[in-house]
């Protein structure tokens, strides 16, 4: 069986300075997957390489397709990026911002009214502009966006940042649903319990080196622990 | 002043408008501030020449933009999208060698004498504008203006590519991201802004007759509409290109010492009231 | 009289409240820590007490004088500094360059002391684009520091260090605090730094203050737990 | 989206401590070398008319002499604040109209027309500074663009023509008045008038170096590279901008009063577009980056333009010459031979080039 998406031997830098070192993994359909490690571990990007935002070298595979690099192909091939800070194009409306979604072309269960029934509160604003939502819309709106492509990984980056607790419980049940929908997640989280919440697996980056993947109970390890915090 | 003033200053309005919104379309876009836009408008209407001496000036409506996006596809294809990570004022420089290059072309081609082009017979006489006696041609190239500018707005707002658009110029990396070719979309504008500088050059041809200093001159004033709208933002040109042409017509009657100056002042207070022009950035 | 005092702080932006009524006291020698989930609004309160922001309301003292309206340079000037939770350091300059370059303009006379104080004597004269990113937080955390002022206001300084680089980082803060006897607001993100290095807490949430008080209150407080501590494991 | 730290690792905690006597910009030692290689340069650039003995070289080589002036205050500005002006001409060209325009209309002597034409156009750049410095990149480049052009427009206008000649130009009327001893056909002599030039050029550049390095320099790079954090030290940001703005119109104030004494007469063309034009791609040319860039990009831009101007495709290739260096030589000619210069050391020396 072919992976989803699959690093292999992956170094990515910005401007010289490499922030990713050798990284491989798998992440095969329909699992969730937690990446965690300290800030500036090389999280974000390592979901960004994919999308050659860096300078990347190795391989980045979807599907065992090794992508050629153009940011908009892998969208197209069913990766899609929820980008930490939302990324939501201010001056579009919410179902303009939706049907950006769309460029991928791609169809599956996901289209607007499905992403409206996930998501009611961007049903009620559907014409409102993206700048003038709540940070808990505004990332609502950037799943839903990525949803649109029915994607067959969907990546996020720090997804419950700035969200308030009760937001955040919406954020876990609204994921469960497109877990059912057999998406595959690769969640970057600061927040461990949400990862243990949801994902089966772990890999951990520290200063851009996976030291460290496993079963997602031993995210409650000391040893791992430690290792993910030094 | 009188209506034929009104409606002069309506008729150069529009072709800044329609220059000025190609060049506002490609700066959203690829933040390059093309100095090349008024050798674009220059080859549009020295084209328009031969092709209206040996076919017609309708062939050269239609020619004229297609020959100019051929020109925007090499623009794009060959700078551009290259130079995609060099500063923007440095691709804009070599756009200022470009157009020296463009315009030397066309004198070695076409020579340095002034030439006429003859508007079409149906065009050629006047119309009666509320009781004023009108010369025909500028009514058509008022009403192309305007049926341009409203179906360029439509297909921005409607159409999937002209969502893409809209959301390239905001924020490219995203929109790379979500599954947008951004070259693609990036080709589409280039050829587009070029052709309408080619239709610009070609409704200017019977207009204002065709010379060497054409493209310069008219491209200060095109740099200015765009600042002035606000750089970046369609809807600002096209208002701020009517609003200059206006100005400086009407201006040129009321304030005959003041007139050249006029986009010149405007552009200086514009920006000390408001330093993003009148839109800010948005297309 | 507090050294540096801000009353019912609010910002907005259009609709959104960033920040609602919030007070807080600075005293000298006192390192006074705020945490508070991300957009809570901390940021937004460094932006604001800087004159970064404007404050829709409320208003800003110093050593009696209200200075809500002042400028940014004025507040400098006068002993209010700041560090940035997104680096903010001259990059293409050295090390020594840049710190030369604002105590120049601040008057300090001791600058090897905040260079040692820093351990930032071996990479004086590195360019500062090629030093190791802690250190490059201890330039931004440098630069706040020179010139003695009296209230400096730490935007996260820890941001993006591992846990050793941190726990350094907070250690240096305190004592060159204490021992300066300089007003310090701490806006950290990494609870047990702050619970470890200050002396008085406030907990914002929602852009309101939840809590105030002592680590150890704090610790304690219901609310506390309920929106921020225990939703944090 | 957040670029995370690299991965550079700890710096070397057992590299050796320099020394902490810290200064801000040059020191008067440095200052006082630079004066040496200045005056070094000024003297052994007097031998040049002996050795092009030729006219047409000679006047060839004032017109880079005078050229260098306008691109090396478009090179300061670009070095130091990070922007590109359209509109030296208005302060080269303007400079040369008042000294045509007070020997001329006024009768003034030529020491009052110059003093008068570099102090009014010095002062014409500080009211355009005001408006102008605090904007940014396209912004900046669009209102020095426009302040140029409506100089040029005030200049040809039919009510001006009393005072500016319009498209007719002035001359300049020095009379049998002489300039530092040299009447008009001495000034008219490019061999004679190059002394004079040269030494000017000379002390300009090495002012500029000057201004460059001191503490000012190093005040206008923090304020080019992290405004927001220069205001947090303390410092105002927007009259370093000014000043560096000041200063470089000044120096083109003074190459436009020298080109009016040399040329005995201004027409419209020195304010225009391709003017302005011609200084900035002599300065890119050279490069930007370095302060004798623009120097030597004003000598080799007036050279090829010599050379090609025979065949009457001046703009043609000084369009393709442009597009060629931008587009393959980022660095201009002087910025790419240096860089490339170190890149040998380095390799030989096994050092590693300072950045």
């Known amino acids: 069986m072919t992976s989803v998406l699959e690093f292999r031997g992956v170094n990515a830098s910005y401007d010289g300075a490499v922030v990713l070192q050798d990284v491989t993994f798998a992440i095969d359909d329909g699992e969730t997957v937690g990446l965690v490690g300290r800030n500036g571990a090389g999280k974000s990007t390592a979901l960004l390489s994919v999308y050659a935002v860096p300078t990347v070298t190795g391989d980045i595979a979807i599907d065992g397709k090794i992508i050629s690099g153009r940011r908009y192909e892998p969208a197209a091939l069913g990766v899609c990026l929820v980008p930490q800070g939302k990324r939501i194009l201010p001056n579009l409306t919410v179902t303009e911002n939706l049907h950006l979604g769309r460029a991928a072309k791609r169809s599956g269960i996901w289209n607007i009214d499905t992403v409206f029934d996930l998501f009611p509160n961007l049903a009620r604003g559907a014409k409102r502009s993206g700048i003038a939502l709540s940070g808990g819309e505004q990332q609502m709106l950037a799943i839903g966006r990525a949803l649109m492509a029915n994607p067959r990984l969907l990546m996020l980056d720090e997804p419950t940042e700035g969200l308030a607790p009760v937001i955040i419980d919406q954020l876990v049940e609204a994921l469960r649903k497109v877990q059912s929908g057999g998406t595959s997640l690769l969640l970057v989280e600061q927040r461990i319990g949400m990862i243990q919440q949801l994902a089966t697996r772990y890999l951990a980056l520290r200063k851009g080196l996976l030291v460290s993947e496993g079963g997602i109970s031993d995210l409650d390890k000391r040893d791992v622990q430690e290792m993910i915090a030094l | ?283 | 009289m507090s050294l540096f005092r801000a009353t019912s702080v609010s910002v907005r932006y259009g609709q959104l409240r960033a920040l609602e009524n919030v007070d807080i006291a600075l005293e000298p020698g006192v390192v006074h820590g705020v945490i508070g989930p991300n957009g809570a609004g901390k940021s937004t309160f460094v932006d604001a007490l800087s004159g970064r922001t404007r404050l829709t309301s409320g208003n800003v003292e110093f050593d009696g004088a209200d200075i809500t309206h002042r400028s940014v340079r004025w507040r400098r000037k006068a002993g209010i500094s700041r560090s940035f939770q997104k680096t903010s350091v001259f990059n293409s300059m050295t090390v020594s360059q840049q710190l030369e370059l604002v105590a120049h303009r601040n008057h300090e006379r001791d600058l090897d002391g905040i260079v040692d104080a820093l351990s930032l004597g071996p990479v004086m004269d590195r360019v500062c684009s090629e030093v190791a990113y802690g250190t490059q937080r201890s330039v931004d955390l440098a630069m706040a520091l020179i010139g003695n002022p009296r209230v400096v206001l730490l935007d996260e300084p820890c941001a993006g260090l591992v846990h050793d680089e941190s726990v350094n980082m907070l250690q240096h803060v305190r004592d060159l605090c204490r021992e300066r006897g300089v007003g310090a607001l701490l806006v950290e993100h990494d609870v047990d730094g702050v619970f470890r290095t200050c002396d008085v807490i406030t907990v914002l949430n929602l852009g309101t203050v939840l809590c105030h008080g002592t680590p150890d209150e704090v610790r304690k407080d219901d609310a506390v737990i309920k929106a921020y501590l225990g939703s944090a494991a | 989206m957040t670029v995370e730290a690299p991965l550079l690792l700890s710096d070397d905690p057992l590299a050796p401590t320099p020394s902490r006597r810290l200064k801000l910009g040059i020191s008067p030692r440095g200052v006082a070398i630079g004066a040496v290689v200045a005056v070094v340069a000024a003297v052994a650039g007097l031998a040049v008319p002996s050795i092009v003995n030729d006219l047409y070289w000679m006047g060839i080589l004032v017109n880079g002499l005078l050229l260098a002036f306008m691109s090396l205050s478009v090179g300061f500005m670009a070095k130091h604040l990070g922007l590109i002006s359209l509109g030296q001409t208005a302060f080269f060209g303007g400079s040369a109209y008042l000294v045509c325009i007070a020997t001329s209309s006024w009768e003034w002597s030529p020491y009052q027309a110059v003093a008068f034409a570099i102090l009014g156009t010095t002062a014409m750049a500080l009211a355009m500074g005001v408006l102008v410095v605090r904007a940014t990149g396209i912004g900046f480049m669009m209102l020095t663009l426009a302040m140029g052009q409506a100089i040029y427009q005030v200049v040809i206008q039919e009510w001006a023509r009393d005072t500016t000649g319009s498209f007719d130009g002035v001359a300049a009327n020095i009379g049998d008045q002489t300039f530092l001893g040299m009447g008009v056909s001495d000034l008219l002599d490019p061999t004679v008038f190059w002394n004079l030039g040269w030494i000017v050029l000379v002390a300009v550049t090495y002012l500029l170096w000057v201004a460059g390095r001191s503490r000012f320099g190093v005040i206008l790079e923090g304020t080019r590279e992290n405004t927001e954090r220069m205001r947090f030290s303390g410092y105002n940001t927007f009259l370093p901008r000014l000043a560096a703005f000041v200063f470089s119109g000044f120096v083109a104030a003074v190459g436009g009063a020298l080109y009016g004494l040399n040329s005995g007469y201004v027409s419209p063309e020195l304010l225009n577009f391709l003017k302005a034009g011609d200084g900035i791609i002599a300065a890119i040319v050279g490069g930007l980056g370095v302060l004798l860039g623009p120097f030597v990009g004003a000598f080799l831009y007036v050279y090829a333009q010599a050379e090609f101007n025979n065949s009457g495709n001046l703009y043609l290739y000084t369009g393709i010459a442009s597009v060629l260096v931008l587009v393959f030589l980022p660095g201009g000619i002087v910025g790419t031979i240096s860089t490339l210069s170190r890149r040998l050391w380095s390799s030989r020396t096994g050092r590693k080039p300072q950045a």
């Open chain 2, 1 to 283: 002043m009188n209506i034929a003033q009104l409606l002069n200053g309506l008729a150069l309005g529009s072709l800044l408008m329609i220059l000025s919104s190609g060049l506002a379309m490609i700066y959203g876009l690829r933040g390059v501030m093309n100095f090349a836009h008024g050798a674009l408008y220059m080859s549009g209407a020295y084209l328009a020449y031969t092709v209206t001496n040996h076919v017609s000036f309708w062939a050269a409506l239609i020619v004229c933009p297609l020959a100019l996006a051929v020109i925007g596809a090499v623009l794009e294809l060959v700078f551009f999208r290259h130079l995609q990570t060099r500063s923007h004022i440095e691709v804009g420089l070599i756009t200022f060698g470009l157009a020296l290059i463009i315009e030397r072309i066309i004198g070695i081609i076409w020579g340095p004498h002034t030439l006429p082009v003859p508007a079409p017979d149906v065009l050629n006489g006047t119309s009666n504008v509320f009781g004023t006696a009108y010369p025909t041609y500028r009514l058509f190239i008022l009403a192309i203006a305007v049926v341009m500018a409203a179906a360029l707005v439509f297909w921005l707002r409607v159409s999937d590519t002209g969502l893409h658009i809209r959301a390239a110029s905001q924020d490219g990396e995203t929109s790379a991201i979500l599954g947008i070719n951004v070259d693609r979309v990036s080709l589409t504008v280039v050829c587009l802004g070029a052709a309408l500088a080619g239709l610009a050059g070609t409704l200017a041809a019977p207009y204002f007759s065709v010379q060497p200093g054409m493209g310069m001159a008219i491209l200060i004033n095109v740099l200015i509409v765009v600042v002035v709208g606000g750089v970046g933002s369609l809807g600002g040109a096209m208002a701020a290109g009517m609003a200059l042409g206006i100005v400086q017509t009407v201006g040129a009657v009321w304030l005959p010492n003041l007139a050249a100056l006029l986009p010149y002042i405007a552009l200086v207070a514009v920006l000390a009231w408001r330093p993003t022009g009148f839109a800010g950035k948005r297309v």
